[in-house]
């Protein structure tokens, strides 16, 4: 349930917050006044646009921020890392500056808008005004059908066994190449293979090269450097080295370990360094001898490294590359070499995989005419509720040449306005008011199976008025007791009907408009009832009317 909200800076509004009830919620005022300014701060909290001409003029950005309260521990708050609360509460908030940046936090964690876009479509489903156009978009119509019908299991046994089947003739459509084109092919991946086979490349072998090539092209240098380094440490015929020095530092301390433990740990101390001097001056003499080469070695080893570099260049960069490439060129070589048992194989594998997916469709339009026979009593009946007792509505299904990702056919929404008259499309039949009282009917059958706690309509009322007018507030009513509804309205019908009932106004102060949003209590619903109702033209009639058709209101729902 949206319990608040609160506007910043967002086109009329320079700050409101907007504590919301339960049931019905509906927002009426003067055209112009601002409604349609809530929809829009919900829509931002939802993940969807929020253009810059949403700030108010002057503002350096706005802010929007709803609470949600009773919202289940979904998988979303696990899979985006985002901390749900105990107590079932939600904060979401949306800053959006001048330069177009969006700033998005949910319980405080910074997400990003289709993360937000993910967790706005479990809270919120908003309808615009343009929704009821959106029927006439028949490529919707089918995954509405499925919405309502909920096989879902059905759906996505037929998505698994086609995406198997597509992926089945794609490989079979890689050995139907034309019969020269695979032998040139196989040919050039004879001679790659030959060519990164002859090289005989080990992991790792160019990098031991290099380090030695290095060493053999400063061998004079580096021999100098250890027989300096050994002399250092060994000496000479006429000069004692440090290993010597140490050894006579060990001899002239010989003794004094008696006298304390501090002379002991010297003299052990002392004798470390002729140990480590001694091993380092062999470890010396042994790289030192190992200096000593034959001129062919440098020689080997570049023509080694040149022959790798060759390898490695063409084929990926390093061994690890081109060994790769060699081993999916020996496979794509083996495939071409055995392809005509492989085409055979995989002709066989189609088969069986298109008759496994000719059932699954099968299983999947079963489904689907069952719910079809369910939505279309189920719309007839909401639609004789909303003031079309004479209307058909009918779902049509179109099979398909081949099968498609969703299945084997299409579905479209027919309706005849009329009795007496043949159902056809929707857009050839329905005029604005029906679309909206549809797409109501349509909403209130669909909200069976979705678990959405808030549903916005921002003017279902367009193309309505009397009686009709009176049915869509009932049904709004009604799809009110099992979730919270906001409505934007210009019909007093459909106002009566709410449980909190938000008057939007506009006033010019300073050289600035700005709106406000004020929730009625009795006697102010009664003034925005006889607004709706008689316009500038407020009289005691006016207001008599009004109290009757709340209490009207009253009594539809209290039944």
């Given amino acids: 349930m949206l319990q608040t909200l609160q506007i910043e800076n967002v086109v009329l509004i320079e700050r409101a917050e907007v504590s919301f009830g339960r049931g019905l919620n509906v927002l009426t005022g003067e055209t112009g006044a601002g409604k349609s300014i809530i929809v829009d701060a919900l829509t931002a909290i939802a993940g969807g646009r929020t253009p810059r001409e949403l700030i108010r003029t002057g503002a350096a950005g706005a802010a929007v921020t709803a609470e949600f309260s009773d919202i289940p521990a979904y998988a979303w708050f696990t899979e985006n890392d985002v901390e749900a609360q105990d107590d079932g509460s939600l904060i979401i908030t949306r800053k959006i500056t001048a330069d177009g940046k969006n700033t998005c936090r949910v319980n405080g964690a910074i997400v990003t808008v289709s993360q937000l876009r993910e967790i706005g479509a479990l809270l919120i489903d908003i309808h615009g005004q343009n929704d009821g156009r959106r029927l006439l978009d028949e490529r919707a119509h089918l995954a509405s059908l499925d919405a309502f019908g909920g096989h879902r299991a059905e759906l996505d046994a037929y998505k698994a066994a086609f995406q198997s089947l597509r992926e089945t003739e794609k490989a079979l459509e890689t050995t139907r190449l034309d019969a020269s084109e695979l032998e040139r092919r196989a040919d050039m991946l004879r001679y790659q293979i030959e060519e990164i086979t002859s090289a005989n490349l080990k992991f790792g072998e160019a990098a031991k ?7 053999l092209m400063n061998a004079s240098k580096l021999s100098g450097a250890f027989d300096a380094a050994f002399y250092d440490l060994y000496g000479g015929e006429d000069t004692d080295g440090a290993a010597a020095l140490l050894r006579s530092a060990e001899r002239s301390l010989g003794g004094v370990e008696q006298y304390s433990e501090k002379f002991a740990e010297l003299l052990a101390r002392v004798r470390d360094l002729r140990y480590n001097a001694d091993d ?17 070695e440098l020689d080997e080893t570049e023509t080694r490294l040149a022959a790798i570099n060759r390898a490695t260049k063409k084929y990926g960069g390093d061994e690890e590359s081109a060994l790769e490439f060699l081993e999916n060129a020996a496979k794509e070589l083996n495939e071409i070499e055995f392809s005509d048992v ?10 069986a995989r298109l008759k496994t997916a000719t059932d699954c469709a099968a299983t999947l339009t079963a489904a689907r005419k069952t719910a079809a026979e369910r939505m279309q009593t189920r719309v007839k009946a909401e639609l004789s509720d909303l ?13 398909r040449e081949t099968l498609a990702a969703d299945g084997a056919e299409d579905a479209r929404f027919l309706m005849s306005a009329n009795a007496g008259e043949t159902p056809g499309r929707i857009a050839k039949i329905a005029s604005g008011g029906e679309l909206s009282r549809i797409m109501l009917a349509l909403k209130n ?9 808030v549903v916005v309509f921002d003017e279902i009322d367009a193309g309505v008025s009397g009686i009709a007018a009176q049915r869509v507030g009932e049904k709004l009513s009604d799809l009110s007791v099992g979730r919270q509804v906001l409505c934007v309205t210009h019909l007093p019908q459909l106002a009566v009907m709410a449980d909190t009932h938000f008057g939007i106004s506009k006033s010019e102060s300073d050289g600035r408009t700005t709106t406000s949003i004020e929730t009625l209590d009795g006697d102010g619903r009664v003034l925005e009832i006889s607004r709706l109702t008689g316009g500038e033209n407020v009289t005691e009639t006016t207001k008599n009317a009004a109290r009757e058709q709340l209490d009207a209101a009253a009594g539809y729902k209290a039944r």
């Fill in 209 to 215: 090269l290099e380090e030695r090539r290095g060493i």
């Fill in 280 to 296: 380092v001056a062999e470890e010396l003499r042994d790289v030192r001898a190992k200096l000593d080469f034959s001129p062919e």
């Fill in 342 to 351: 492989r085409r055979e194989e995989l002709e066989r594998e189609r088969a």
């Fill in 387 to 399: 003031a079309m007792p004479g209307v058909r509505f009918e779902v049509e299904f179109v099979v």
């Fill in 445 to 453: 059958v669909l909200s069976e199976t979705d678990d959405v706690g």
